[in-house]
C-alpha cells in the first residue's frame, strides 16, 4: 500500500508554523522549503513543511528578548528620572 502524500498551502505551513505566511514565502524563495506550482497555486508537502520548522531549534538564549544597551545620554536625557531629581533638589 502506498503512502499518502499530504500538500499544503503556504497559509497552511504558517498556520502549522505559527509564523506569518510572508516567513513561508521567503523560506520557499531562499530555497529552505522546497515547494510546487500546479495551477498557479503554491503547494507544500507537509513532511518538508514539519522538517523546515524542526531544522532550527531554538536554545535557551533565543527564548529571551535581546537586551536593549542603552547609552548615558539616553539615561539622563531630557525628561528623565535623574534630571527631574537634579531639578527637584536644585529647586529646593
Do not use: N
Request: hydrophobic content about 35%; proline content about 7%.
Amino acid at each position: 500500500m502506498r503512502a499518502v502524500t499530504i500538500y499544503m498551502t503556504v497559509e497552511e505551513v504558517a498556520q502549522l508554523a505559527r509564523c506569518e505566511h510572508r516567513s513561508v514565502r521567503r523560506a520557499i524563495r531562499s530555497g529552505r522549503l522546497q515547494a510546487f506550482r500546479p495551477a498557479r497555486r503554491i503547494l507544500v508537502r507537509e513532511d518538508d513543511a514539519r522538517g523546515w520548522i524542526e531544522s532550527s531549534p531554538a536554545h535557551a538564549q533565543d527564548a529571551q528578548p535581546p537586551r536593549r544597551q542603552r547609552s548615558p545620554q539616553t539615561i539622563a536625557g531630557p525628561g528623565s528620572v535623574a534630571r527631574l531629581k537634579a531639578i527637584e533638589v536644585g529647586g529646593r
